[in-house]
């Protein structure tokens, strides 16, 4: 069974190629390391610790992301950073959801 | 043996995790067990400290990483014969990491392991088949050349049967390498799909 958060129903399910927009739309503003950048994930959507490394390795391999390592501490942090093919993915991404978001729109504000 | 409450501390949910990959591709499973370091490291968890509600399952942030290393594999076609193992191999390894009940998983497993024997066995034949085909090929050509006895046409009849023969053995091997290679692709893809069967049902 799937949990919630603490009362914030989350309605509408969140499909892989919408995960990977909202991920290459917050390193669109800056490079973030994974524990930022999945806060800042789940700020907006409900995601579990682990669905988003495999996001983060699937987007890798397409090379819409590279990473880099940042000293911090006495360790390393490792980066993620939007390539010139993640921002294009991502206006595309873009450009879908206007799209979808009019007509689903449109749809549900028949009745009125 | 301890509660079943007992703690997923930090350091007992990097030791589990490090199991549960421990067969797949050394340079994925550090990356993995990095991002996951870092991530709790971050996160101001120690290594006693209980990790978060959701990372208390392994057995699911595992089958999460797995699930792309196999898509990762067979989303790229395999370039060379070992390449093809080894996607076989991490299809072959994510099916028993996949927690489904014993008794089911060795009734697959059996019948996993009785089509990859015979996809084997086909292919085998047919190396041997083209193997049997050039030798004859050119001991037939060979011995045609060393006739020194023979009347004209009978060399040349026999020349042209090794010459034949020497033909079909190369093209035979010629095909079965595409063959080898397609049937791994084939054969970690129904992999895929079993795992992710697997997965559903459980």
């Known amino acids: 069974m799937k949990k919630r958060k603490e009362g914030e129903a989350v309605v509408f399910n969140l499909g892989a190629p919408l995960l990977d927009a ?9 490079d973030l390391y994974g524990y930022v950048l999945t806060q800042n994930i789940q700020k907006v959507v409900d995601i579990s610790e682990s669905t988003l490394y495999p996001v983060l390795r699937r987007l890798q391999k397409e090379e819409c992301l590279v990473t880099y390592d940042k000293p911090y501490m006495g360790r390393n942090r490792r980066y993620y950073q939007i ?28 009745g009125d | ?73 067979s989303s790229d076609k395999p370039t060379s014969v070992k390449k093809g193992l080894s996607g076989v191999t991490i299809a072959l390894l ?6 489904i009940a014993l008794p089911l998983l060795i009734c697959v497993a059996a019948l996993i392991f009785a089509v990859v024997i015979l996809i084997a066995s086909l292919l085998l034949t047919g190396l041997c088949i083209s193997a049997g085909a050039l030798i004859s090929g050119i001991v037939f050509t060979v011995s045609s050349l060393l006739t020194v006895a023979g009347t004209g046409t009978g060399i040349f009849f026999s020349l042209g049967m090794g010459l034949i023969f020497t033909g079909i053995g190369i093209l035979g091997f010629m095909g079965m390498i595409p063959l080898i290679e397609w049937s791994c692709f084939g054969v970690t893809n129904l992999f895929k799909n079993i795992s992710g069967k697997i997965k559903k049902r459980a």
């Open chain 2, 1 to 73: 043996m301890r509660g079943i409450d007992e703690k997923m501390t930090r350091e007992k949910f990097m030791c589990e995790l490090e199991k549960k990959l421990k067969r797949f591709p050394k340079e994925d499973v550090a990356d993995a067990l990095e991002f996951y370091n870092e991530y709790l490291e971050d996160a101001g968890i120690g290594m006693k400290d209980e990790v978060p509600q959701e990372m208390e399952s392994v057995d699911k942030v595992a089958s999460q990483i797995i699930a792309e290393l196999v898509d990762k594999v």
């Open chain 1, 22 to 30: 909202c991920v290459l739309a917050v390193l669109s503003k800056e």
């Open chain 2, 94 to 99: 994510s099916i028993f990491a996949a927690p």
């Open chain 1, 83 to 110: 390539t010139e093919q993640g921002s294009k993915k991502l206006d595309e991404y873009k450009q879908e959801w206007s799209q979808y978001k009019k007509s689903i729109d449109s749809l549900l504000d028949e």
